[in-house]
């Protein structure tokens, strides 16, 4: 099924190089030499609707635009191909897609959201193809969706380039292999244990307690998971009163294998979030003092402020 | 001063004694955009505005750029929407702008009075959202939570201010003629259906900005529409434009339809008094450059076709090399390399 999803999007990548092609045979006269679109020139080109607001400029990519800040370039338009008008905007939107980026579901993930949070600089907009658009959501909503989320309508498919000039990163190894899904990966329970991404995560997450598992069942295609003992570390939309009946849910995890669930005599680190009525586990992690990275989180934890965004939207 | 700058302002002069009767304001679209109208004594400088409308330029010089913008817009819009047509809104160096196209009551002038007032009014609304209009800035009555159910937030454009601009601004000129004037009644009327075109486009523009662009979270805000929409618009009045005559109604005149079998006009409607030249031969004192020269479509059997636009006089025929990019790719990371293509194409052009 991955192979079957991989193969969709070569075929993509194919048949842009061959339109790429056609449209030079086309051509009555011969190709001369190649000339370059010019870089960083008059943005002009993005005037456009509500873009008057702000005239697009070419700005740094800060450092705490955590899901861009590595991606290969250091500069971008502003506003972005996703009408973010200011940075803190572009940050608060971006946030909660850099837990995506730790699941390495899709190689190509972050170069097709930065395409669209953290445009390059050239003199006209480029979008990512469609075809990488495609590979990514095939490969990486399965995940998502252990999370409640889906594809947004901000990232449809179809609205971006097939056989136009569009951003795309070839990868160095052209036989990529994307991880089955289903029934062998188990998204929360397959994080890094590495105290920067538990910060980002804890970051990104609604709740995070410190808890106590009494016991795991499944429950109409989820993994139930009833608390014993539980300290909130981060409350969010849980209120006081709910917390004693407070239950949680591993989405469409009824029978993924979930290593640290193996073993319920440990305390753990709990992250989630709330869909509807329902509070969903996004992140499980055995709180192991003796951990080196478990140990250097606690300790970031303590003095880490997340980022608050409330001023981008008056 | 350098001696273009004198001979092209004695020009102006020159011009601007023969022309003082057919002023129009649309001709500070012509002013450099690097100059900015800043001062009370650059209103008496700019030609083409009449007495009324120099004193409300020099109450309102904050909004006088906006003007400009919006003259520069329309007559962009109506070259666009004109492109294919034998009158395809070419302008003068002189006042006015458009020639006798537009001192003449046809349809022409309808559509170029409509597009004009249509251009203030979306210049000014967007100074006003952009904030370089202090004195205006967003709707504010566009708050809280809509019918629907999202949340009005971000930058409303604020139409009423830019209609009611327009209004004051274009209209004067019209107004000052009296109402008894069949030409000044068919102005107004256009230029309020100018107006129109944008109101009734008016649309509620969203923005997603719940987890992961979810639309849990939806703030919107209404915007003007693009102004290629409006132009769009009014082009489809110009097509359908009703041709009208004045006529006594009670105690004052109106204008009502020349064939009294066409139902009456509406307010988003265009009207004209005049039937149009056939705009094939030049005529340099009316303005018109005929169509000789001009680029057509050998299989079109529309208005830019060749037979029509050529109006019958034949076209010349000649293989041209065009030089284009082709095959563009992006590369990583961060370019954009490009190939140049010749193309050998068959262009027309009338006799």
Known sequence: MGVGRSARGRGGAASGVLLALAAALLAAGSASEYDYVSFQSDIGSYQSGRFYTKPPQCVDIPVDLRLCHNVGYKKMVLPNLLEHETMAEVKQQASSWVPLLNKNCHMGTQVFLCSLFAPVCLDRPIYPCRWLCEAVRDSCEPVMQFFGFYWPEMLKCDKFPEGDVCIAMTPPNTTEASKPQGTTVCPPCDNELKSEAIIEHLCASEFALRMKIKEVKKENGDKKIVPKKKKPLKLGPIKKKELKRLVLFLKNGADCPCHQLDNLSHNFLIMGRKVKSQYLLTAIHKWDKKNKEFKNFMKRMKNHECPTFQSVFK | ?351
């Open chain 2, 1 to 351: 001063m350098s001696p273009r700058s004198c001979l092209r302002s004695l020009r102006l002069l020159v011009f601007a004694v023969f022309s003082a009767a057919a002023s129009n304001w649309l001709y500070l679209a012509k002013l450099s955009s690097v100059g900015s109208i800043s001062e009370e004594e650059t209103c008496e400088k700019l030609k083409g505005l009449i007495q009324r409308q120099v004193q409300m330029c020099k109450r309102n010089l904050e909004v006088m750029d906006s003007v400009r913008r919006g003259a520069q817009l329309a007559i962009e819009e109506c070259q666009y929407q004109f492109r294919n047509r034998r009158w395809n809104c070419s302008t003068l160096d002189s006042l006015p702008v458009f020639g006798k196209v537009v001192t003449q009551g046809t349809r022409e002038a309808a559509f170029v009075y409509a597009i004009s007032s249509a251009g203030v009014a979306f210049a000014v609304t967007r100074a006003c959202s952009s904030g370089e209009l202090e004195k205006c800035g967003c709707d504010r009555t566009v708050h809280g939570v809509s019918p629907q159910g999202f949340q009005w937030s971000g930058c409303s454009d604020n139409i009423a201010y830019g209609v009611a601009f327009s209004q004051s601004f274009v209209d004067v000129r019209e107004r000052s003629k009296g109402a008894s004037s069949s030409r000044a009644l068919m102005n107004l009327h256009n230029n309020e259906a100018g107006r129109k075109a944008i109101l009734t486009h008016m649309r509620v523009e969203c923005k997603c900005h719940g987890v992961s662009g979810s639309c849990e979270v939806k703030t919107c805000w209404r915007a003007v529409p693009p102004f290629r929409q409006v132009g769009h618009a009014l082009k489809e009045k110009f097509d359908g434009a009703t041709e009208v005559e004045p006529r006594r109604v009670g105690s004052s005149r109106a204008l009502v339809p020349r064939n009294a079998q066409f139902k009456p006009h509406t307010d988003e409607d265009l009207v004209y008094l005049e039937p149009s030249p056939d705009f094939c031969e030049q005529d340099i004192r009316s303005g018109v450059l005929g169509t000789r020269g001009r680029t057509c479509n050998k299989t079109s059997k529309a208005i830019d076709g060749c037979e029509l636009l050529c109006c019958g006089r034949g076209f010349h025929t000649a293989q041209v090399e065009l030089a284009e990019r082709c095959g563009c790719r992006f590369h990583w990371c961060c370019f954009v390399k490009c190939r140049q293509c010749q193309r050998l194409v068959e262009m027309h052009t009338c006799r």
